[in-house]
T-cell receptor, first 116, second 117 residues
Framework: NAGVTQTPKFQVLKTGQSMTLQCAQD?????MYWYRQDPGMGLRLIYY???????DKGEVPNGYNVSRLNKREFSLRLESAAPSQTSVYFC???????????????FGPGTRLTVL | GENVEQHPSTLSVQEGDSAVIKCTYS??????FPWYKQELGKGPQLIID?????GEKKDQRIAVTLNKTAKHFSLHITETQPEDSAVYFC????????????????FGKGTHLIIQP
């Protein structure tokens, strides 16, 4: 049981290049999330997928797209990378207990992205 | 949307002493308040959480308190040890009790806890 896995661990891009960050979970969770973490800013939600087949914008969605490929996988795409997207990206997943609200989110190890 | 403020940004305590980190939130509809610990180069890991129908929760040396009226919650770590050194984040969420799905978490900016030997 690996939990939440992310690939790649590190990536360097030039401005204007595109790339896709991959995330997979093996906990059979319904919901998945993408966050970015910048120094002094905490974690900010980019996009989330409450269940397979749905995606919604979070706090900072501009410049990103997502795909919920199936229940296990949720990818984040940068179509034209900019230096402002230099950050550490975390994927998370959770199960939903509707009677008590949002359940625990489990985080992956992160992808450290540098855009030159 | 929700706004979470966290204080202090850095906290240095002697080993064996207690540490307290405080957070406030803005949206009275928030009902789920987790605390995460993040070690260098790793993803955040949940250490304790509390829901809005509970005022206090303990797990060994860690406790969290919630004051819904004042909209603040706190993390208490007693008998601190060197392995407690890390960055701690509080978060808040309205939750998926509509049955239709789940929102993400709104995080505070983090507290760097340093345990002095």
């Amino acid at each position: 049981n690996a939990g939440v896995t992310q690939t790649p661990k590190f990536q360097v891009l030039k401005t204007g290049q595109s790339m896709t960050l991959q995330c997979a979970q093996d906990m059979n969770h319904n919901s998945m999330y993408w966050y970015r973490q910048d120094p002094g800013m905490g974690l900010r939600l980019i996009y989330y997928s409450a269940s397979e087949g749905t995606t919604d914008k979070g706090e900072v969605p501009n410049g990103y797209n997502v795909s919920r490929l199936n229940k296990r996988e949720f990818s984040l795409r940068l179509e034209s990378a900019a230096p402002s997207q230099t950050s550490v990206y975390f994927c998370a997943s959770s199960e939903i207990l509707t009677s008590v609200g949002t359940d625990t989110q489990y985080f992956g190890p992160g992808t450290r992205l540098t855009v030159l | 949307g929700e706004n979470v403020e966290q204080h202090p940004s850095t906290l240095s305590v002697q080993e064996g002493d207690s540490a307290v980190i405080k957070c406030t939130y803005s949206d009275s509809a928030s009902n789920y308040f987790p605390w995460y610990k993040q070690e260098l180069g790793k993803g955040p890991q949940l250490i304790i959480d509390i829901r809005s129908n509970v005022g206090e929760k303990k797990d060994q040396r860690i406790a969290v308190t919630l004051n819904k009226t004042a909209k603040h919650f706190s993390l208490h770590i007693t008998e601190t040890q060197p392995e407690d050194s890390a960055v701690y984040f509080c978060a808040a969420s309205i939750g998926g009790n509509s049955g239709g799905g789940a929102d993400g978490l709104t995080f505070g900016k983090g507290t760097h806890l340093i345990i002095q030997p």
